[in-house]
Protein backbone atom coordinates (compact mmCIF):
# COMPACT_ATOMS: atom_id res chain seq x y z
CA UNK A 1 0.00 0.00 0.00
CA UNK A 2 1.33 3.22 -0.97
CA UNK A 3 1.66 6.13 1.51
CA UNK A 4 0.03 8.81 -0.87
CA UNK A 5 -3.61 7.32 -2.13
CA UNK A 6 -2.59 5.23 -5.18
CA UNK A 7 1.64 6.90 -5.26
CA UNK A 8 2.64 10.16 -5.61
CA UNK A 9 3.47 9.86 -8.97
CA UNK A 10 -0.53 8.86 -10.07
CA UNK A 11 -1.95 11.49 -7.47
CA UNK A 12 0.01 14.00 -9.30
CA UNK A 13 -1.35 13.36 -11.99
CA UNK A 14 -4.59 13.13 -11.06
CA UNK A 15 -4.34 16.64 -9.54
CA UNK A 16 -3.37 18.00 -12.57
CA UNK A 17 -5.91 16.66 -14.74
CA UNK A 18 -8.59 17.93 -12.37
CA UNK A 19 -7.02 21.33 -11.94
CA UNK A 20 -5.74 21.35 -8.38
CA UNK A 21 -2.29 21.47 -9.82
CA UNK A 22 -1.40 23.86 -12.35
CA UNK A 23 1.15 22.91 -15.03
CA UNK A 24 4.27 23.93 -15.48
CA UNK A 25 4.30 21.51 -12.27
CA UNK A 26 7.51 22.34 -10.34
CA UNK A 27 9.23 20.96 -7.66
CA UNK A 28 7.85 23.65 -5.78
CA UNK A 29 4.50 22.89 -6.46
CA UNK A 30 4.85 19.56 -5.55
CA UNK A 31 5.55 20.33 -1.75
CA UNK A 32 2.68 22.99 -1.95
CA UNK A 33 0.36 20.44 -2.86
CA UNK A 34 1.83 17.48 -0.64
CA UNK A 35 1.89 19.96 2.04
CA UNK A 36 -2.45 20.62 1.42
CA UNK A 37 -2.98 16.90 1.25
CA UNK A 38 -0.32 16.83 4.67
CA UNK A 39 1.72 14.06 2.33
CA UNK A 40 5.33 14.36 3.69
CA UNK A 41 7.74 12.86 1.32
CA UNK A 42 11.62 13.86 2.14
CA UNK A 43 12.71 16.99 0.14
CA UNK A 44 15.58 15.13 -1.86
CA UNK A 45 12.99 12.61 -3.00
CA UNK A 46 10.90 15.70 -4.29
CA UNK A 47 14.24 16.99 -5.82
CA UNK A 48 14.76 14.37 -8.00
CA UNK A 49 10.85 13.00 -8.53
CA UNK A 50 10.13 15.36 -11.74
CA UNK A 51 13.39 14.89 -12.78
CA UNK A 52 13.32 11.08 -12.90
CA UNK A 53 9.67 10.51 -14.40
CA UNK A 54 10.81 12.41 -17.37
CA UNK A 55 14.02 10.46 -17.78
CA UNK A 56 13.62 7.77 -20.74
CA UNK A 57 16.66 6.50 -19.05
CA UNK A 58 16.16 6.61 -15.25
CA UNK A 59 14.43 2.86 -14.73
CA UNK A 60 12.69 0.73 -17.05
CA UNK A 61 10.11 0.05 -14.73
CA UNK A 62 9.50 3.44 -13.61
CA UNK A 63 6.30 4.79 -14.89
CA UNK A 64 7.08 7.92 -17.20
CA UNK A 65 4.55 10.18 -16.17
CA UNK A 66 5.85 13.70 -16.71
CA UNK A 67 7.72 15.37 -19.69
CA UNK A 68 10.46 18.70 -19.56
CA UNK A 69 9.03 21.13 -20.94
CA UNK A 70 11.81 23.85 -19.88
CA UNK A 71 14.54 24.04 -17.04
CA UNK A 72 12.80 22.93 -13.76
CA UNK A 73 9.36 22.60 -14.92
CA UNK A 74 7.31 19.62 -16.30
CA UNK A 75 3.82 18.45 -18.19
CA UNK A 76 1.97 15.38 -17.66
CA UNK A 77 2.93 12.97 -20.49
CA UNK A 78 -0.27 12.78 -23.85
CA UNK A 79 -0.55 9.26 -22.16
CA UNK A 80 -1.62 10.05 -18.49
CA UNK A 81 -3.88 12.96 -19.53
Same mark, same amino acid.
Do not use: Q
Given at each position: ???????????? %???? @????????? /?? &? +??? !?????????PS????? %???? @????????? /?? &? +??? !??VA???????????
Amino acid at each position: MSKYGEGLGIEL %VKAV @NKGELLEPV /TT &K +KIR !EYCEVKNWKPSNSYIN %VYLA @NTAAENHSP /TY &K +KYF !EKVADGEYAVTKEYR
